[in-house]
Structures are given as C-alpha cells and as structure tokens.
C-alpha cells in the first residue's frame, strides 16, 4: 500500500480524494499497488464529508510520517504551498500539484530539488486541467525540437468568448451571467487579464526550451476590450475571437505572448469551445499535433493530479527526467512581432486615405457599427504598427489577427 497526503481540499483537492475514491481498484492496479489517501489538511473542518476522519490540520504529522510517500498540493497560492513541497521534497516525499503559479514561479529550483532527493515534482494539471500535456511534452515528443505552441489555456475566458459570439452579448454582461452560474470567478482579474493563460504558457514554453521563461517578462493582455461589435466583424469575415497563448520559436529566438487574436476556419481553434481548452504543438518531425479537452473543472483536474501519484507510485526512489533549467531564456522583444492586424477607427472624410497612406495596401472591411470605417493591415511589426496607429486618429479598437 502507498500512503498518500492531500493538502488543500478544496475543489481540486476533494476531487483527488474522490477519483481516488471512486477509481479505486482500476488507479491501484495501475499504480502497482493500492494508493491510500491517509490525511487531508485544510484549516477547515468537514463534519459529515466521508472522509471527516483523515481531516488533520498540522501540517507537521504529514512531513513527519515516514509512510506517506507522494503529497497531492492542490492549495493554491505560492504560500505557504511552496514551503510546504519545498519541506516535502527535501524528505524524498514526491509531490504532485495542480498550482500553476507555485510550478511557473518555482518550478526549476523544486525539479532541482526532487532530483537531489530522488523523488518528483510532478504538473499535469497545472495547464489544461485534465487535458494530457506536461507528460506528452516531457515524455512522448523527446524526439522533436517543438518549434512552436498555441493554446486556449484558460476555460473561463473561452466560455465568455463563445457566450460572446453566440449570443451577441457585451463582455460584462457575460461575465456577470458566468458568475451567476459559477463558471467564472467571483474576482475574475487572473482570467480575464490573461494572467492565467500567461503562467501557463510559460511553463510550456519553459518545456519546450528546457529552459526557465520567466511569466512576467511574457507580453500578456486580456478579454476586457472585446465588444460585441468585434464579434460582429470578426463573423462578417467569416472569424471568431480567442485567447491565445503563444510561444513560438523564429530563427532562434522565443517569442511569447498572451493576446485575443481574430481566428477563421482554417484554424484548429476555431472550433474550440466553452470551457475546453487546447494545444496546439508543432515539432520539426511529427509536424502538427493537438490536445483537446476540459481545461477546469474539479474531477477533470484531479483526474490529472491522480495521474500524476500514479506516476510517482511506479517511480518510487527514482527521479523521473524533466528538463526545465533554471537559466532564464531571453524573449524576444514582442515589439518585433511580425502580424497582421484588424482595426476600427471613426469614421471621418479622407480616413480611408489616410489609413492607406499609413499601412500601404489596407483591406476595407465593411462598417458593423454606425459612423466607423474598419480595415485590416500588415504583415507590419507590433512597434511600427503602433506608432502609426498613434496617429490615426479616432481609433476605436485593433486585434491581432492569426
Ligand atoms: N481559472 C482557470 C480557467 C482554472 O478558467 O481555466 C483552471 O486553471
């Protein structure tokens, strides 16, 4: 029997204990022998939740047992969560999470840390919920050099982008109705912002170099400004509005960012919807390959987690490889990013001149909302975009397009 810990048991946490629970024999058998959930801690108590009795809330009886094994950290937060697996590791305890923050903040220093004590910090669920990703990246695509990934990696702004696009509504009224309905966060700001997105795809892209891309040096801009009448446009081109996360690699040099991009058909995350998430992962052999799935969601991402307490059962006493150094790769400035972009300006006699005078070949795009003239441009970089941009005047909106 391999004795688990589960510290945090919230959402994330009690659906660990409940996959753990209800796939009981089918995780055991794949695990090689039974997994056990002995303690969970919270500074609650739970009176008639069915495992009231494993309830602790010293963190101290964990770490000082010497039969639990693997720790499941679904607290959140970097503290105290960081010092808590920082401790857990140090004493050759395995520990799995769903924290992206902690694993994009201190991911290589606690992967250098389990090395040294010949156990794992393992991070499945920490991008794209249950969606099978970290493990695909460290483990089944050792054969390319991945040139390039895009992902919808956060399921409450693609629930408001769909609800935006099917129902014609504004963002904030969107936004209230996913709070009402519990999809959204009472204080959106991490999801909405991008903020999310961003740490996560700076621990994919931290994969995918081997090296430690730090999130805040990732350009990194939210949903906030998408309008309905964005969404009219982006339909009359036959397009939909995502947020993308991106990381992709030119001519030797990272580029990362996090922005809402105009999309059309031939995309393949046009048609990814709701609250699923996906990635989008080129290597220079295998060419493309996606991963779909829910992106949030308790038993989704604890599904993810338990994976992971599988994989360290199997792997007890040894450390599984991940490459993440902790040397910071240089991004490229975002200011050189090449694109393409839609813009929406007042509309205002000689504008369309002037946009031409500005951008060279424009195309126009017909009006969806009174008095504007709107237009695509580019390929023109982010800085010269800009600076032409300032000075054109009455500009509404602009998004990136892909
Ligand atoms: N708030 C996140 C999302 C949860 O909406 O995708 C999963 O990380």
Redesign the pocket.
């Known amino acids: 029997m391999i004795q688990i810990a589960v510290i945090g048991y919230g959402t994330v946490g009690s659906g660990v204990v409940e996959v753990i629970g209800r796939n009981h024999d089918e995780i055991s058998k794949k695990a090689g022998e039974e997994i056990y959930v002995k303690y969970i801690l919270d500074l609650r108590d739970f009176p008639g939740d069915p495992y009231e009795d494993r309830v602790i809330h010293d963190v101290a009886a964990i770490m000082e047992d010497p039969e639990i094994k693997i720790i499941c950290e679904t607290m959140g937060g970097i503290r105290p969560a960081y010092d808590f697996t920082k401790q857990a590791l140090l004493q050759g305890k395995s520990v799995c999470t769903s924290n992206?923050e902690l694993v994009a903040t201190h991911g290589p220093e606690l992967i250098r840390i389990a090395t040294e004590n010949k156990c794992n910090y393992l991070f499945e669920a920490s991008v794209g919920?249950g969606i099978p990703i970290i493990r695909p990246l460290n483990y089944s695509l050792t054969a390319e050099k991945i040139d390039s990934i895009v992902g919808i990696?956060?399921?409450?702004?693609n629930f408001i982008l769909s609800k935006m696009e099917t129902e014609g509504a504004d963002f904030a009224e969107v936004l209230k109705e996913a709070q009402d309905n519990g999809f959204a966060?009472r204080n959106p700001e991490?999801?909405v912002e991008g903020h999310?997105a961003c740490r996560k795809i700076a621990i994919l892209s931290s994969l995918m170099t081997g090296k430690n891309v730090r999130y805040e040096d990732i350009y990194t801009e939210g949903i906030t400004g998408i309008t309905a009448v964005d969404f009219r446009y982006a339909k009359s081109m036959d397009m939909t509005i995502k947020l993308l996360a991106v990381s992709v690699m030119l001519a030797d040099r990272l580029y990362a960012y996090v922005a809402p991009f105009m999309i059309g058909r031939d995309h393949p995350l046009y048609f990814v919807h709701d609250?699923f998430?996906a990635v989008y992962v080129h290597g220079n052999m295998l060419g493309d390959s996606m991963y779909y799935g829910r992106?949030?969601g308790k038993l989704p991402?604890a599904s993810a987690v338990v994976s992971d307490v599988v994989d360290c059962a199997r792997h007890l006493g040894k450390t599984i490889m991940c490459f993440w150094d902790s040397e910071n790769v240089q991004l490229a400035p975002v200011d050189e990013r090449i694109g393409r972009f839609f813009v929406r300006v007042a509309a205002s006699a000689g504008v369309s001149k002037r946009a031409a005078e500005r951008f060279g070949d424009i195309t126009v795009i017909s009006p969806q909302a009174e008095d504007e003239f709107a237009f695509l441009c580019g390929p023109v970089s982010e800085a010269e975009f800009a600076a032409k941009a300032a000075g054109l005047d009455g500009l509404i909106s602009r998004i990136r397009l892909n």
Not at 153 to 157: D, E, M, P, V
């Open positions: 992206k919920g990696l956060n399921g409450t702004t966060e991490a999801d999310d609250v998430n992106g949030a991402t």
